[in-house]
Structures are given as C-alpha cells and as structure tokens.
C-alpha cells in the first residue's frame, strides 16, 4: 500500500520503508450509519463546499495509507464515525487522494469547516488532543529547518529550540503530543540519557500509544551500537572475493552503509551519498556499503548504474548477512559513520545531514 509521507505535519513515526518483518496493514473501511457507543466513538463532521455530491471523503492512516473509515459529501455536509484506541495522528482525504489534512484525533466529536481550495489549513476543533498538537506546532514550526540539518544549525538556536519543546513536555505531562515533542527534543540533541529519562516521565497510557511505543523502540536502538562508542569489527569479501575488514579503514572517518540493489529508498539515497563521498573522498572520508542482496548480478548492476566507486561487501545472504545480523539491522537504509578511532559518531545521517556531519568534523 502507499504511504503518506508528512513533511510539515511533525509526524516522526514514517518507516525506514524497507523491513525485513514488514507487513501490509488492513483496510477498515465504516460508514457514518456504523452504530458506535458514544462514548468510546470518535465523530467527525462538518462542511466542505467545492465537492460534487457523493464525493468520498476518507480517514487514512498515515504510516499505510489505508482507509480506516470514510463518508460522502452531501449537500456540502459530511460525517464520519469510528473508534480509535488511543489519540492518534489520521489524515482525511478526499478520494483518499492530495490535498491532505492532518489530524491527531481522540474519540470525541470533531467539527471541520473547509472550501475545496483551504482543505489542508482547514480548522478543526473538539479534539483536545489536536488543540496540544496546534499549539506545539506553534512552537515547533519557526524550528523546522533545524530538523533537516540539526549538525549545522548554530548551538545556540538548538538550545533555544530544546528549552522551548522540554517547556511544553514539562507544563503537558499527560498530554498524548508531549512523546512527539521528546522525539523532536531528541532529534535536535540526540541526548540518549535525556530521551530515556523524559519517556520514563511519561505516564504509562501515552508509553503504550503510537509515539510513545516508537520513543521505546528508538531508546532500544539507541542502546545498540551506541553513539561514542567503537563499532565493532568485521570482515566479509568484497566484489572480487577479497576479505575486507572494517578495521582496515582506521584513520579514515567512514560511512558503514547498510542497502541492498532492491531497496528503493536506499537507490534513492545513493545520489546524496556519491556527492558527499566526491566532495570529501580527498579529506580522510570514505564509505562501506554492506549489501544486503542475494544475487551477485544485481548488487553489481546497482552498483555501476549508481556510481558507487567506494569499497563494498556481501555474503549475499539478504537479511541473514552476517553483518547485519551482527549489528541487528533489520531495516534499510541504515547506516553508521564512525570517526578515525573507530568510534560512531552519527547513525543514519541522510540528505544533506551527512555532509553537515562531516563539514563539523572535518577541518
């Protein structure tokens, strides 16, 4: 199924995209007529004017795209009703197709008046949980490039950005969007100590919703392989059958990159670390690709068509390579970069955040 990828909605939960346990969610399509208890019902209605009659309109879920619930526009009118289990980011659609309006919805009664031409900055009220979700967007919106490139961005604006997002966790404890504002402090700080001792803060009913799961997941990670300290070696052949060792390449900052020729957001990825490895190949950087293929052909093909001229290496056991099966990746792209005493100093810095890393640590 497609997914939605949400730029400006601060949703942190979009998948790395290739999983090797990834499974396709099911579609639970209901209808305004579905009979609900009130109380344990989420509501949504209101007017939407520019839309033919019958016009479909959608509550997707963000990560999928699938159809959760879904109504028709009457007379400019429209409802829906359905459950959610606990506050949560949805998005309605038109025709589950752009523009798209974000929503973090509880089961309450939500009103939404919109144009065909507004529907995206439409208002909406009656959930609490978006009015927490408004409001920490206000805060976090004059911050959004710091999120792109935090490595370049100056230490006092992220210091400013981090007071400000600990501010509304500390005056918002039980608030749902309190777990997406700890995501964000951490994006900005990558403070691992900080992370796990605000999510530990966090009463156990926003722990287990959707975000907090994932600031759970992310702490478990965070513990693997950890930031300051040294990645551990290993040794598997290259294109030509030879052993290479990660060990060989101390001296040298290095990217362990972790893709495969199959995996489309690695392919996408590509282009931005060949221009980093051209700018910075001649400064004491380099890259390892550790492929995730089983096919010598294609893992050969992808790597002339992407003009990846750096060192790679496979056993060509897909998921089961030993490397990573020995770092406990079970997603890609995933990548570490570690400095010329073998230690990590950034994980899966992508886009332009490679090359932020690597102007702030080399001279």
């Not at 009656?126 to 370049?152: M, R, V």
Request: net charge positive.
């Amino acid at each position: 199924m497609k997914k939605i990828f949400l730029l400006l909605t601060l949703v942190p939960l979009i998948s790395l995209a290739q999983n090797s346990n990834n499974k396709k969610a099911k579609s639970n399509n209901i209808n305004a007529a579905t009979s609900l208890k009130a109380a344990d019902e989420f509501h949504i209605s209101g007017s939407i004017t520019g839309f033919a009659d019958n016009t479909s309109i959608d509550l997707l879920n963000p990560q999928t795209g699938a159809p959760e619930a879904n109504g028709k526009i009457i007379n400019g009118q429209f409802s829906i009703k359905g459950k959610i289990p606990f506050p949560d980011f949805r998005i309605l659609a038109i025709n589950s197709q752009p523009p798209y309006l974000s929503i973090f919805l509880d089961n309450s009664n939500v009103t939404i008046n919109a144009t065909k031409e507004n529907f995206e900055t439409a208002e909406i009220k009656g959930s609490s949980s978006h009015n927490d979700f408004t409001a920490f967007n206000k805060i976090a919106k004059p911050y959004e490039p710091l999120f792109a490139q935090p490595d370049a961005a100056e230490e006092s604006t992220i210091k400013k950005a981090a007071a400000e997002f600990e501010s509304f966790i500390n005056n918002n404890p039980n608030s749902y969007i309190s777990p997406l504002a700890i995501y964000r402090y951490h994006q900005l700080t990558s403070d691992n100590d900080k992370l796990e001792a605000m999510y530990n803060k966090l009463p156990a009913f926003t722990q287990k919703a959707s975000i907090g799961s994932y600031l759970a997941t992310l702490i478990k990670d965070n513990k693997k392989n950890p930031i300051g300290k040294p990645l551990a070696n290993f040794t598997q052949e290259d294109t030509a059958g030879n052993n290479i060792s990660l060990s060989s390449f101390k001296g040298k900052y290095v990217l362990v990159d972790f893709w495969a020729s199959w995996c489309g957001p690695c392919r996408q990825e590509n282009p931005n670390i060949v221009a980093t490895f051209n700018k910075y190949k001649n400064k004491n950087f380099t890259v390892l690709g550790v492929s995730l293929d089983k096919s010598k052909q294609p893992w050969m093909e992808a790597i002339k068509a992407d003009g990846l001229a750096w060192t790679h290496v496979s056993d060509l056991k897909g998921w089961n390579n030993a490397v990573s099966q020995q770092f406990e990746i079970f997603s890609i792209p995933q990548s570490f970069l570690i400095d010329p005493q073998g230690n990590v100093i950034g994980k899966n810095l992508r886009g332009p955040a490679l090359e932020a890393k690597l102007a702030q640590v080399i001279k």
